[in-house]
């Protein structure tokens, strides 16, 4: 089982430029999430989808969209990068099953807008 | 808002020694509460969690002190050893029905020999 898998690993973007990271997960999970990690702020949840088709708001939503078309992949969108959008992403999945509240997350993408 | 908070920000532990690391929680709807581990260029994974109806949780070396009528609850890491050194985050939720992580800002553990 590979997890989690994130694509791409690093990416420059320039500012007004869009772009989408994909995050696959193998391990049949109901809940995806996305994630961006600031120095000195943690981890913040961007988007997050309770299953196939449906997503749903996290705390910092603004220039981010997201579509959960399959349940094994969860694509975040920026349409016109920023510079303040420069961050470490990451992405997560978990079971629905009660008892199993794990998220297992990927390995990240590093994103810098210049 | 900041509804879980994490101290400290930085920890620098004599290899052998106990790392402590506290966090508290406003939402007194929480009712799981995990210890994330990072490694540098990795993402966080679960290194041990607990539930509010017991005080404490051990595993190893790593226990979780959970004090509910405080909303606190801290890591202590007991014989330290320099392959700890990493970021650690605590987080809370609701176990059921909103699956939600609220994240504490990390505390850089470093572990000297």
């Known amino acids: 089982n590979a997890g989690v898998t994130q694509t791409p690993k690093f990416r420059v973007l320039k500012t007004g430029q869009s772009m989408t990271l994909l995050c696959a997960q193998d391990?049949?999970?109901?809940?995806m999430y996305w994630y961006r990690q600031d120095p000195g702020m943690g981890l913040r949840l961007i988007h997050y989808?309770?299953?196939?088709?449906?997503?749903a708001k996290g705390e910092v939503p603004d220039g981010y969209n997201v579509s959960r078309l399959k349940k094994q992949n969860f694509l975040l969108g920026l349409e016109s990068a920023a510079p303040s959008q420069t961050s470490v992403y990451f992405c997560a999945s978990s079971s629905r099953d009660r008892g199993s509240y794990e998220q297992y997350f990927g390995p990240g993408t590093r994103l810098t807008v210049t | 808002q900041q509804q879980v908070k994490q101290s400290p920000q930085s920890l620098i532990v004599q290899k052998g020694g106990i790392s402590i690391i506290n966090c508290a929680y406003e939402?007194?709807?929480?009712?799981?509460f995990p210890w994330y581990q990072q490694f540098p260029g990795k993402g966080p994974a679960l290194l041990i969690a607990?539930?509010?109806?017991?005080s404490e949780k051990k595993e190893g070396r790593f226990t979780i002190s959970f004090n509910k009528s405080a909303k606190q609850f801290s890591l202590h890491i007991m014989d330290s050893q320099p392959g700890d050194s990493a970021t650690y985050f605590c987080?809370?939720?609701?176990?059921?029905?909103?699956?939600?992580?609220?994240f504490g800002t990390g505390t850089r553990l470093t572990i000297i020999p």
């Open positions: 987080a809370a939720s609701r176990a059921f029905g909103n699956e939600k992580l609220t």
């Open positions: 607990i539930r509010p109806d017991v």
């Open positions: 939402n007194t709807a929480f009712d799981y």
């Open positions: 391990m049949n999970h109901e809940y």
């Open positions: 989808s309770v299953g196939e088709g449906t997503t």
